[in-house]
T-cell receptor, first 113, second 113 residues
Framework: GNSVTQMEGPVTLSEEAFLTINCTYTATGYPSLFWYVQYPGEGLQLLLK?????DKGSNKGFEATYRKETTSFHLEKGSVQVSDSAVYFC????????????FGAGTILRVKS | NAGVTQTPKFQVLKTGQSMTLQCAQD?????MSWYRQDPGMGLRLIHYSVGAGITDQGEVPNGYNVSRSTTEDFPLRLLSAAPSQTSVYFC????????????FGQGTRLTVV
């Protein structure tokens, strides 16, 4: 079945550092790929998405590129802020898997001032 | 716009008790689902529904029941609570297409003692 693997955290960075959170996936068919973010005490919200190979999703300075050849969707940000501290989830949906949203384990990001 | 509303936010149950977690959405989404979130395991799908009158099992359905009598509501029933069901529960809704965003409720933190 479909699955998502994320790098383990927590990831601790200083403000203005460069961020990469790795995500790889296994899926049948051609999935859509997502990054969701969960701030403390809240539900998940969509950060960005990409729906086909070589698409780049971007939002709030975060970017991720859908790489079919390496089955990856790594999240990057050039300069993190304390307010980016949250849990980040990589996820996918595919028609062949009933459009169920499948999540990775999540990566905790802590940004120090 | 209320989005996805979950109640209650917190609940403590004794082993063997039953209860219903409520979920309602006002976006006319066909697709609704329940997840549980446990440390280091991401979000795991419990049950989902692709429309009123249609439900199906996810990854971890044992001990839970669902029904979908209307488009708006998707309650999750714990039949006989066990300590292993201590978790944070999230309801989500979306349109049925694989490239669409899922909207999440704020979560219910359940403790079974």
């Amino acid at each position: 079945g479909n699955s998502v693997t994320q790098m383990e955290g927590p990831v601790t960075l200083s403000e203005e550092a460069f961020l990469t959170i790795n995500c790889t996936y296994t899926a049948t068919g051609y999935p859509s790929l997502f990054w969701y973010v969960q701030y403390p005490g809240e539900g998940l919200q969509l950060l960005l998405k990409a729906t086909k190979a070589d698409d780049k999703g971007s939002n709030k300075g975060f970017e991720a590129t859908y790489r079919k050849e390496t089955t990856s969707f790594h999240l990057e940000k050039g300069s993190v802020q304390v307010s980016d501290s949250a849990v980040y989830f990589c996820a996918l949906r595919s028609m062949e898997y009933g459009n169920k949203l499948v999540f990775g384990a999540g990566t905790i990001l802590r940004v120090k001032s | 716009n209320a989005g996805v509303t979950q109640t209650p936010k917190f609940q403590v149950l004794k082993t063997g008790q039953s209860m219903t977690l409520q979920c309602a959405q006002d976006m006319n989404h066909e697709y609704m689902s329940w997840y549980r979130q446990d440390p280091g395991m991401g979000l795991r799908l419990i049950h989902y529904s692709v429309g009123a009158g249609i439900t199906d099992q996810g990854e971890v359905p044992n001990g839970y029941n669902v029904s979908r009598s209307t488009t708006e509501d998707f309650p999750l029933r714990l039949l006989s609570a066990a300590p292993s069901q201590t978790s944070v529960y999230f309801c989500a809704s979306s349109y049925g297409e694989m490239n669409t965003e899922a909207f999440f409720g704020q979560g219910t933190r359940l403790t079974v003692v």
